[in-house]
């Protein structure tokens, strides 16, 4: 095990009726802005339930901020915190919502180019407290300092965090609100919790039985509750076990002291960029086919996930491993999230295209031991076509 | 799953070498208290690090604080603050020296007779700042809010918490400072933090997978390091999966949403106020007992922990459950902690005593379900003869 600081101080606030309590968590003389995506809040109730909630608060409110959030609607949040002199964020969504208020957080009291921070880890010192009321299930980063900030112009997807200081004072964690969740939205959600403990466990053995049993309790806990929670809004009990499981999964407690992937997620994001893929169904497409091509590397570590995750013991290490893989694809085909890009009606023109993107973004060489490079970036998505 | 809060502001600097960055952490103008205990930190070089590491600060300390410790020590400690303007509370041991510290630091700013803290839960609202350079796995203290208390005058050990207010701001888990512990400390460590998790797993199902889960991966993570760490005080690696199991077994996370006991800590903390055995060595001779009288009431968390810790699945019910006490035993003896009244030369004339201590500090019902009865407990520690 390696050293390593783990220090996140997000307060976790779970339960049904949970979004009630919000006003004694926010100081009395803070002028809030509340930040939503595309209006889905205003049909489902959680709109009016945190108007409630905040009655006595000054509330400002600014909506729009879509999936894989933009620079541009971004910067305008900006602008409205510098002119009402906004004291507190507030994000009610998913994701997209609370990764683009992290940055909102951060950009506020930033002088110059706020793109800098993105590309140019641009120091900061002052930030904008923020928390979340979270509607969805997938990302964990409503228990994280980081996000990932789009810019349509200029191609690029790319992730930034201060924490603590853009970690959320609290989140919510309200299972009701997914009831009004579409199919696709909790199917995603499974997939994108999944693969965030893949990216930190699935790398080599570093003597770190805690984190590996974590890790594996998290990926069985999304295998077992990911195929009750996805076609059963009602199912609250699943709803909650997979709403903690998603937490956990990126709150930084498993990636303590052990190496990191996270080369599945890049791939994922051009194909997000270029193609318009949801981020958790890039993540299922490049997954199998990162298994795949670098089970050399991964060797150790996937035939432990096969044993341990889903009990396959008969067979060589190949054959365990290539059972694995179909189990992995199997898992992600029972919510119904596609693993190929044959299933976007994309082919081979779409890898060169990856991996010049890639490229351009400054990734020539990915994973844990920086081996996955722009040629096995192609092999790996042609065993995806 | 029930509703819960859960948050854990503590900052943990994990790693050899990491003491002497703690210069960093503590504000300049600080004046600083460092707490010990009976000054082993002087022999084993830590002393010396931690004044290295503070050059420039403003450094006050005050040394035997001792095992179970006790309030006459503390208030003695609560004095030195107050006449010195201390603003900084670093408290340098293992659990007793940091539960000990907390209470300093909850003490302080208290008017009136602080001891009413733990009898009466008194309201209490301001603190000073503490953080924690660990010397001794075992207890957890190091992430959590909470500590136990003695005072020898009226035969009482009890509990205490303010979190987040009592929370270390930072925790040091440097694994080099465990290679002076004698076996003793080494053995009674482990099952400590075994005892810490079986509190909060083994009571009845509440349909929370990962809870379960991350249980059992730091039962299986002891079972297997414990007895590596337990001889070789050189294995930095058995001694970095050690400390980092301890600390998540009560850092609150294994506890959230989930029904809790604590049943065999408070007959165990009599027997320590009783008979003065340490306290790690009374929770292994209770713990076996309690699986033993309460298995009706903990019957299918009992099963699933001999399947799932132990991999025993042959046999009747009540057979799993007698195999699986026999391996927590085996186990318990495999890190030298006896777990028989009888190895300490105690009889059943000792059951009356601890009956009646339990009742006069107002303990008349014990356990998840509040089944475990002063009945119960004799027929428990009858067991353990």
Not at 207 to 230: C, F, H, M, W
Request: net charge neutral.
């Amino acid at each position: 095990m390696n050293n390593f600081t783990y220090h996140n101080p997000t307060k976790i606030i779970f339960g049904e009726g949970t979004i009630e309590t919000i006003g004694r968590e926010i100081p009395k003389d803070a002028r809030i802005l509340m930040t939503y995506g595309g209006g889905s809040i205003k049909n489902n109730g959680v709109y009016e339930q945190v108007k409630n909630a905040l009655k006595g608060h000054t509330l400002f409110e600014f909506g729009g901020i879509e999936a894989n959030p933009q620079y541009s609607t971004l910067m305008k949040a900006v602008e409205v915190c510098r002119k009402e002199n906004i004291s507190f964020l507030l994000a009610v969504g998913g994701g997209s919502v609370i990764d683009g208020t992290k940055f909102i957080a951060t950009a506020v009291f930033f002088e110059g180019e706020a793109w800098d921070i993105l590309t140019k880890n641009a120091k900061t010192d002052k930030f904008v407290p923020l928390a979340a009321i979270l509607t969805l299930p997938a990302t964990g980063s409503e228990m994280n300092g980081f996000g990932v900030i789009s810019r349509k112009e200029t191609g690029q997807k790319l992730a930034f965090g201060r924490p603590p200081f853009t970690n959320p004072v609290f989140s919510v964690l309200d299972p009701t609100v997914t009831k009004t969740l579409s199919p696709r939205q909790r199917g995603n959600g499974v997939v994108d919790a999944f693969i965030h403990v893949t990216e930190q466990y699935m790398t080599y053995p570093s003597n770190s039985p805690v984190q590996d049993r974590y890790a594996e309790s998290l990926l069985k806990t999304l295998i077992e509750v990911g195929p009750e929670y996805y076609p059963d809004p009602e199912n609250m009990e699943a709803a909650k076990n997979l709403i903690w499981a998603a937490t956990m999964a990126l709150n930084g407690n498993l990636s303590c002291g052990v190496p990191v992937d996270w080369a599945t997620h890049s791939i994922g994001h051009e194909l997000t960029v270029l193609e318009g893929i949801d981020h958790g169904r890039t993540l299922a497409i490049v997954w199998p086919g990162m298994m795949h091509v670098m089970r050399d590397t991964k060797r150790e570590k996937l035939l432990q996930y096969a044993c341990r995750v889903w009990g396959i013991t008969d067979g060589s290490d190949d054959e365990r491993i290539d059972a694995a893989i179909r189990k992995t694809e199997e898992f992600f085909h029972s919510v119904s999230v596609p693993t190929r890009l044959s299933d976007y009606r994309l082919g081979k023109e779409v890898i060169g295209k990856v991996v010049a993107n890639l490229k351009n973004n400054g990734f020539t060489t990915l994973g844990e031991k920086r081996l996955v490079t722009p040629e096995k970036v192609a092999e790996i998505l042609t065993n995806r076509l």
